[in-house]
């Protein structure tokens, strides 16, 4: 095997990845109250517990409303915009294209803090509809991104062949381009619902009164008590976020394997 | 008869109206007004519409606004540091030892940890580091230790190691990425004409490389300046960065325009030395 | 029953013989076509009449605007001025959905999520036959580009040349008028090119339509095209039959890209109703006919002889000595197997700047017949109705 030495220190490196959600699961079955070595014994309580919390479930239900919302505004404007810049050259691309993709630069605080002056300004109360706007702007940029890889891999001939052969601008998208980029699509639903579902700035400075997942865990964090119910949460919570990464994953290749293309692998 | 031209960026600029204006709508619009209420005069809980230098003067005398921006920047500078160093091995494995088929695999495997809840993972460090901690009770109920060992949390050092773990995969992405790109066969040229395997890497590899490990420079150092959930959780309140500031100034204390001048000067700031550091890299970013 | 393909071949007389070119109906009219891009003029006024049921080929260089002009015909771009008309009608306005044109596109365009079938299917989606129907009119179209079989296999998985027949199977199921091809073959390696081109030549026949060919390969053009235009630089230099463009280049820029030509450079003594008297390096005075004078390059508008390495000939060595014979000493010999090619510099005068004027002879080889060594002093025979004169 090549490369001896380089590849324990990439699997060291994943260790260190990998070493605080291990944790995880090992406090979220711990029977003792506080989160140290040793390790007391076996005990599904804080699952019960989680199970149980009234808030919990409101913000719960409040964080899927945010991140299926967002996931679908997001994709669908992230459609537009790939579309415009893989297939189109018009005027004041680069900035036009700069300003939607800025927000992956931009320091969230920056973004949620500007944003919830102008929303006050204007009147808006905060509510689980303010951080949809707010997670729907995050989120635009990586769905562009994904979709942008998608669109640029088709054969702009693939389009005019389609209306060669009798169909219209609008049924040729519809026949040859969306089936092509439906694995992006996808693919940018998922990618964008994740984000919005571990989002927390955005969400403490718009969300008011109403509990996210992650609001509602920042503000658990400061009683200890609480400390081994929300292990229990963050255990739920990484497996469904690596859930949805591997449905990502999957129809990101099929996508790739589907137009016939290399597979140069990851999502970025 | 239209030009063809003509007729395809009007039909481009159409597509991309909507999330075009919805960025103008919540992006473009709020920092505009940021960067106008930080020309305005401060009314006790109301604006006075008033231009003024005022904030900005204030911001520049602020011995604290000085000391938050002073750690942010460094705190920021030794993640980057940190965090691409530890990254460019990784990549460079990927990269070139790895098999194609593997690739995906590998690459998989590294961003899944990013994609989990940021807060819990911040969070599990301080579990980790904590006086009661991970570390702490381990060594302890190994014997190694009676006391626990204080250093570990509530200091820049906790911050940098959870904000470098954080920050990982994004500090490998781009890299891993110019590695790619590099045709195999320069690397063959550079042992024919008679370098060594090291001499090779050094003349030819890392070169070639730069664009990435730049663009891996800029994406952790630039989010890192404003974070605000680490210096939160693991400094405990005892350590603030600036966006702690511009969150108390804006919010707790009510200062709009003067949080407005921070958030504008610490924007600034960090875009200037993004700048500077790209020109002074100039030539890194002319090969290709 | 579908209609059997080879019905429509308006090519055939009543006896099913081949009718020829020149007198059969225009299908491509294009009047004063020009192009712009922006600042870029594309294609600056072509005017050219395109037959039905001709293998008509658009040659130049990339950049010459062949493929604009293939694409202004298919209906992808529109055009800055002028007309096009196709079977009669004018095109203006006219959406590539709506005309009786179908393309074979550079990369061949097959929908990488259908089948082979699918894709053969895809125009026949408003057709209002039914689907046994259509799937019938599928396989013979498959099977009259050999796919037959091949309708349930996934296109991703297809060879280049099987690409290239479905592309193909796809156009003609519609029964278009006319059939585009945007350098169908430049992706196929050499063998499978030389096949396909064969192929394609049959397929033309037995279908009858016009085919408009762009290629940027010479010989392809002249291999399969009952027609072709030369363009340079958004114009048409030369439109005429592959014979007439190798024997008789209307300017120097078309011989040198057609084929291989010898350029000397020539003096002119004087001209009368038959001809021009040229006086040539080793070629002494020599009167070229008046057919034969054509244009010189407008960048460089000395006048020159041009032959083609065929044109002249080694001759033996006990052949008699004439005053249509030069000699020289071969400089390089080229070896192809079937032919060879010879590099002779010619004894010149000091008239032409004394420098020695090189050619390049070709010839068939003999079996038997040894290639002469490096060095060794020819004679070469040449007739005045082989030289062409641009001026």
Partial sequence: ?268 | MASASGSESAQGLRIVAPPFIYALLMLAVPLLTIVAFSFFKDGYQTIIREFTFENYRAVWADPIFRTLMLRSLLVAGMVTVVTVALAFPVAYFLSFVVRPDHKSLWLFLITIPFWTSYLIRVFLWKVILGHNGVINSGLKSLGLIDQPLTFLLYNTGSIITTLAHAYAPFAILPIYVALEKIDRSLLEAGRDLGESRLMTFWRVTLPLAMPGVLAAVLIVFIPTIGDYVTPTIIGGGKIPMVANLIQAQMLDIDNKPLGSAIAVTAMLIVTVLALVFLFLNRRFLRMR | ?391
């Avoid at chain 1, 062949?161 to 219209?168: I, K, N, S, W």
């Avoid at chain 3, 009543?14 to 600042?39: F, L, N, S, W």
């Avoid at chain 3, 003029?41 to 040659?59: K, V």
């Avoid at chain 3, 203006?92 to 894709?119: E, K």
Wanted: glycine letters at 8%; proline letters at 6%; charged letters at 20%.
């Fill in chain 1, 1 to 268: 095997m090549r490369g001896g030495g380089l590849r324990a220190y990439a699997i060291a490196y994943l260790l260190f990845l990998y070493a605080p959600i291990l944790l995880l699961p090992v406090f979220a079955f711990n029977s003792g109250t506080i989160i140290a070595f040793p390790l007391k014994g076996f005990t599904t309580e804080w699952f019960a517990q989680m199970w149980g919390n009234a808030t919990l479930r409101r913000a719960m239900l409040n964080s899927l409303t945010i991140a299926v919302s967002s996931a679908v505004f997001a994709t669908c404007l992230g459609l537009f915009a790939a579309r415009a810049s893989t297939r189109f050259a018009f005027p004041g691309k680069g900035p036009i294209m700069g300003l939607i993709m800025l927000p992956l630069v931009l320091p969230e605080i920056i973004v949620s803090i500007s944003l919830l002056v102008v929303l006050l300004g204007i009147g808006i109360p905060l509510s689980v509809f303010t951080v949809i706007l707010g997670h729907t702007l995050i989120c635009m940029p990586y769905a562009v991104a994904i979709l942008t890889t998608a669109f640029s891999s088709l054969d702009r001939s693939l389009e005019e062949a389609a209306q060669d052969l009798g169909e219209t601008k609008l049924s040729a998208f519809r026949l040859v381009i969306l089936p092509l980029v439906m694995p992006g699509i996808i693919s940018a639903m998922l990618m964008s619902f994740t984000i919005s579902l571990d989002e927390f700035i955005i969400a403490f400075f718009l969300a008011g009164n109403e509990p996210t997942l992650p609001t509602y865990i920042f503000s658990q964090l400061r009683f200890p008590k609480s400390i081994p119910m929300i292990m229990a949460l963050g255990t739920v919570l990484v497996a469904m976020s690596i859930l949805l990464l591997t449905v990502a994953e999957y129809f990101r290749r099929r996508g790739v394997a589907r137009t016939g293309q290399k597979d140069s692998g990851g999502f970025i």
């Fill in chain 3, 1 to 391: 029953m579908t209609t059997p393909m080879t019905s429509y071949a308006p090519a055939r007389d009543a006896e099913g013989r081949p009718t020829p070119i020149a007198g059969r109906k225009p299908m491509i009219q294009c009047r004063g076509v020009q192009k712009y891009y922006g600042d870029y003029h594309a294609l600056r006024g072509i005017d050219l009449t395109i037959h039905e049921a001709e293998f008509f080929s658009l040659l130049g260089p990339s950049g010459c605007g062949k493929t604009t002009l293939l694409r202004t015909i298919a209906g992808f771009e529109d055009i800055s001025s002028g007309v096009v008309l196709i079977d009669g009608k004018d095109m203006a306005g006219v959406p590539a959905n709506a005309r009786p044109t179908n393309m074979v596109f550079q990369s061949y365009a097959i929908f990488p999520h259908l089948t082979v079938a699918d894709n053969v299917a895809f125009g026949l989606r408003r057709d209002p036959r039914s689907r046994a129907e259509k799937a019938a009119a599928v396989d013979e179209a498959l099977g009259m580009v050999g796919l037959k079989g091949y309708g349930a296999r996934a296109a991703h998985a297809l060879s280049g040349g099987q690409r290239q027949r479905v592309a193909l199977a796809r156009a003609l199921i519609l029964k278009p008028k006319v059939l585009l091809l945007d350098e169908p073959l430049s992706a196929l390696d050499r063998k499978m090119r030389e096949q396909m081109q064969v192929e394609l030549i049959k397929l033309q026949r037995q279908v009858g339509i016009t085919f408009v060919l762009v290629t940027h390969d010479q010989e392809e053009a002249l291999v399969m095209s009952d027609r072709i235009a030369v363009m340079f630089e958004g114009n048409i230099a030369q439109l005429a039959t592959a014979e007439e463009l190798y024997t008789r280049p209307a300017s120097r820029r078309v011989a040198d890209f057609i084929g291989v030509m010898n350029f000397m450079p020539a003096r002119i003594l004087g001209e009368t109703a038959t001809g021009v008297t040229v006086e040539a390096p080793g070629f002494g005075q020599v009167e070229i006919p008046a057919a034969n004078v054509s244009h010189a390059d407008p960048g460089d508008p000395a006048p020159s002889i041009g032959f083609r390495p065929e044109a002249v000939t080694l001759l033996a060595a006990t052949a008699p000595a004439t005053d249509r014979v030069t000699e020289g000493i071969i400089d390089e010999v080229v070896y192809y197997g079937d032919m060879s090619y010879y590099d002779v510099i010619l004894d010149s005068p000091d008239t032409f700047g004394g420098q020695p004027h090189e050619i390049r002879i070709s010839m068939r080889n003999v079996f038997g017949r040894e290639l002469p060594d490096l060095g060794t002093r020819v004679r070469v025979g040449w007739s005045p109705g082989s030289l062409i004169l641009f001026r």
